[in-house]
Every structure is written in structure tokens, then in C-alpha cells.
């Protein structure tokens, strides 16, 4: 079992639509949750992170954590063809400075 | 301009010759670390440093040496590349009082070991 699981997709939703990406984790005492953002050629950008239990809002983007559940969730609102890109979820351990991150997850948001 | 940046961008070697791959930030962050990045495993952490001197093995450190002598360096040193080592390789850092997680990313490093 991978430590952080994620669906590779792609994902397709259309313009204006919501995009929700999952995320689940192996490892009970990971603490900190992030999601990155990668586009075609380029390098990985933060773009929320989450600490405890709950929602998260930044702007069009909402994260959502559930440790009982080993789960952490990105829903992208009104979705714009910008979007377009692999979203990287990644996970750090109370105990431990590593870092792991989930294969990523294609969203394609179509006009 | 606050930024990671890597060198060389691109490299083409042969197994066994030994290489570099520089990384350097200008932000004064404390952590630093080294990922690799393959189709369908996504990115896989290398090695990290809490600071000068202080480097500790991530999850695939095997090949890799690193060191950290001043803050704002943190070589990648691949003393024998073998061809499994072919990647794209990032460097990244977080300043002091974020977690770990809250990663600045170089722009990448494409390796090819024939």
C-alpha cells in the first residue's frame, strides 16, 4: 500500500464546475497536509495547506481534512480552464521532517 | 528575486561518471530538500536538510550523497549514476517556522544516465 494514495484521473469537468480531488494517507500520525499544484513542465507551487481537522477556504479553492478517516480532499469552485494541471498531495509525520506525496491527479477543465 | 534555482537544467552521462547537480536558494530558508520525480511514482524525497550540517535520508536515498556546508547550498552528488537514476530532479526549501511541507521548488533538473 502506497503511504499516499491518490486517483491519477484525469479528471474532467467543465468550465464553472466544481473539481474535487482526493487524497488518503497510510500513516495515523502524519500531521500536515498540502496540496501542490503542477502544470505541464514546471515545478510543483503550494497552493493550501491544512493542519487540523476540517475546512481550509482560500479564495475559489477549499481543502477539507479528515484524520479519522486517513482523508484529505481540494475542491477547486468555479472551475477555469487555468486550472488545468496535476495536483500533488503530500503528507508529513509528527515524528519525521520527510515529506511523501501522492502520484498527483490530472484535472483537465474544459471550456 | 527570491528563488531556487538548479544547474545545470539539462544533463546527458554515462554509468559510472560522477556528477553534481547544484542547488541554491536566496530566501535564507533552514530546509532544504531533494526529490525525484518519475512517471506514476510522483515525487519521491531524496534527501533533507534541517540546517547547516544537519541532513537526514528521505525515501529513496540510495546512489545519492548530499551535503550542507553553508544555508543557501545544498549539492545533489551522484557518485556512480546507473540508468535507473534517469529523472527529473528538484530541489526545494521552506523557511524557518513553516512546516516542512511549505515548499519553495527549483525549476528541475532533467537527467538522463545512459
Known amino acids: 500500500q502506497k503511504e499516499v494514495e491518490q486517483n491519477s484521473g484525469p479528471l474532467s469537468v467543465p468550465e464553472g464546475a466544481i473539481a474535487s480531488l482526493n487524497c488518503t494517507y497510510s500513516d495515523r500520525v502524519s500531521q500536515s497536509f498540502f496540496w501542490y499544484r503542477q502544470y505541464s513542465g514546471k515545478s510543483p507551487e503550494l497552493i493550501m495547506s491544512i493542519y487540523s481537522n476540517g475546512d481550509k477556504e482560500d479564495g475559489r479553492f477549499t481543502a477539507q481534512l479528515n484524520k479519522a478517516s486517513q482523508y484529505v480532499s481540494l475542491l477547486i469552485r468555479d472551475s477555469q480552464p487555468s486550472d488545468s494541471a496535476t495536483y500533488l498531495c503530500a503528507v508529513n509525520r509528527r515524528d519525521n521532517n520527510d515529506m511523501r506525496f501522492g502520484a498527483g491527479t490530472r484535472l483537465t477543465v474544459k471550456p | 528575486e527570491a528563488q531556487v534555482t538548479q544547474n545545470p537544467r539539462y544533463l546527458i552521462t554515462v554509468t559510472g561518471k560522477k556528477l553534481t547537480v547544484t542547488c541554491s536558494q536566496n530566501m535564507n530558508h533552514e530546509y532544504m530538500s531533494w526529490y525525484r520525480q518519475d512517471p506514476g511514482l510522483g515525487l519521491r524525497q531524496i534527501y533533507y536538510s534541517m540546517n547547516v550540517e544537519v541532513t537526514d535520508k528521505g525515501d529513496v536515498p540510495e546512489g545519492y550523497k548530499v551535503s550542507r556546508k553553508e544555508k543557501r547550498n545544498f549539492p545533489l552528488i551522484l557518485e556512480s549514476p546507473s540508468p535507473n537514476q534517469t529523472s527529473l530532479y528538484f530541489c526545494?526549501?521552506?523557511?524557518?517556522?513553516?512546516?516542512?511541507?511549505?515548499?519553495?521548488f527549483g525549476p528541475g533538473t532533467r537527467l538522463t544516465v545512459l
Open positions: 526545494a526549501s521552506t523557511p524557518r517556522g513553516s512546516g516542512p511541507g511549505e515548499q519553495f
